[in-house]
């Protein structure tokens, strides 16, 4: 089934890290924000990796990654996918990321999952000649239970360089 993005980019002039998904879930575009599935563990990691709680409503979660300066969005503007697989995705359009590059400070780029490295890297990378960190992927589909603390310490490397930039 073609995808289109429905959700806009999170950012602002202050940002100076990105992180990218493929393309919302099922859940996150019925409830039009991202990472929605409740047991994705994208914004308990994040939560985990600063030490603080997020909240739970979309400008909760809006505020703390402008607060730590980090932008989310995805890498794909659309595509063919079956329910949220990524792994069953054709025909893929990514996003331009031109307007959000010039508007901000974003230096780095992290990807949630190796499909979205992989997308990126073939069709962005090109364009944005950022080259991205590879994180694992906090979906209950391809995050099995028990890997926590792999995960707090791979996505730990997004406040580290956050951190080395402002000194």
């Known amino acids: 089934m073609k995808i289109i993005h429905p959700l806009n980019p999170i950012y602002d002039s202050n940002s100076t890290v990105l992180i990218l998904g493929t393309m919302p879930s099922i859940q ?6 991202y ?6 563990r994208f914004w308990e990691t994040l939560s985990n990796v600063y ?3 997020i909240g739970n409503s979309k400008e909760e979660k809006i505020e703390f ?3 730590h300066q980090i ?8 595509c063919d996918i079956t329910s949220s697989k990524d792994n069953s995705i054709k025909n893929p359009v990514p996003n331009d990321f031109t307007f959000m590059l010039s508007h901000s400070k974003i ?12 997308l990126y890297q073939k069709y962005c990378y090109p364009k944005t000649k950022i080259e991205a960190i590879c994180l694992p992927s906090p979906s209950p589909a391809n995050c099995p239970k028990g890997i926590e603390d792999k995960l707090l310490q791979e996505y ?3 406040r580290e360089v956050i951190e080395e930039m402002g000194e």
């Open 28 to 33: 996150s575009r019925e409830k039009n924000f």
């Open 35 to 40: 990472y929605a599935h409740p047991k994705n």
């Open 51 to 53: 030490n603080e709680p």
């Open 65 to 67: 990654l402008l607060k």
């Open 71 to 78: 932008a989310l969005f995805d890498v794909l503007k659309s």
């Open 107 to 118: 230096k780095y780029i992290f990807t949630t999952g190796k499909k979205a490295y992989s």
């Open 156 to 158: 730990k490397r997004i």
